[in-house]
């Protein structure tokens, strides 16, 4: 009887003791469970520059390898105001990381939205992403535009310069053929000469024959006189 009765309390004694393991196995595999499930934790999201570019990363960390689908949506005034985009992501022992382009202005809000059934049936990374207080490089340097002048304008430069010209008095005008003949070349001291005593190209020949007219003349004079001196004689 004694040897019945020990060995219905060693029985009772293992089935708590295996009660108990079972128990701690099945909480230690849920633990385990849930430490592998897909949660919002493991999302991180962050407004950068790629370049000249403005982005915004989100990473993904979940090692389990669940698919989720990431949206994301610019907000004001604590309110959607437009939906910059949606990805779908599995997640990596590394991280996966996926890219949205935004061109993004100084200290802008944006929420990011996370899906993956059936352990993350909706929910936000917290806190919102900000973007830096400053624009990436090149986006906020747009070049003014040179202002072209109107028709009106181009029009009324040449009167402007006329109106500029000083306008020729009286005197000034009268005095303008004065100053156009001035222009003329004089003739030379001889030619002026011959201009004032009336000469041309015909006076040396006129003197030749007049001085050939004296000359027959004095000689038939001569020869007369001679004559009358001989007949005399």
Request: hydrophobic share 35%; no cysteine; net charge negative.
């Given at each position: 009887m004694a040897v019945l009765s020990i060995s219905r309390r060693t029985i009772a004694r293992s089935a708590r003791a295996l009660g108990v393991a079972s128990a701690s196995a099945a909480l230690a595999l849920s633990a385990s469970g849930t430490a592998l499930a897909c949660n919002i934790g493991e999302f991180s999201a962050e407004a950068k520059c790629d370049g000249t570019q403005g982005v915004i990363t989100v990473t993904d960390v979940d090692k389990a390898g669940v698919e989720a689908t990431v949206?994301?949506?610019?907000?004001?005034?604590?309110?959607?105001?437009?939906?910059?985009?949606?990805?779908t992501v599995k997640g990596s022992k590394e991280g996966t990381t996926i890219t949205f382009e935004e061109a993004w202005q100084p200290n802008a809000e944006y929420r990011v939205h996370v899906v993956a059934l059936p352990y993350i049936k909706g929910d936000d990374i917290s806190p919102n992403v900000t973007t830096p207080a400053t624009a990436c490089k090149g986006e906020d340097e747009t070049p003014t535009p040179t202002a072209t002048p109107s028709p009106s304008e181009s029009e009324s430069t040449p009167a402007e310069e006329e109106s500029d010209s000083p306008t020729p008095s009286a005197s000034e005008s009268s005095t303008a053929p004065a100053e156009t003949s001035s222009n003329v070349p004089t003739p030379a001291a001889g030619e002026s000469n011959l201009a004032e005593t009336g000469a041309n190209s015909n006076t040396g020949v006129i003197a030749g024959i007049a001085v050939a007219l004296v000359a027959l003349g004095g000689g038939a004079v001569f020869f007369g006189l001679r004559r009358r001196g001989a007949g005399t004689r």
């Open positions: 949206s994301v949506y610019l907000v004001e005034n604590n309110a959607d105001v437009r939906k910059v985009g949606e990805q």
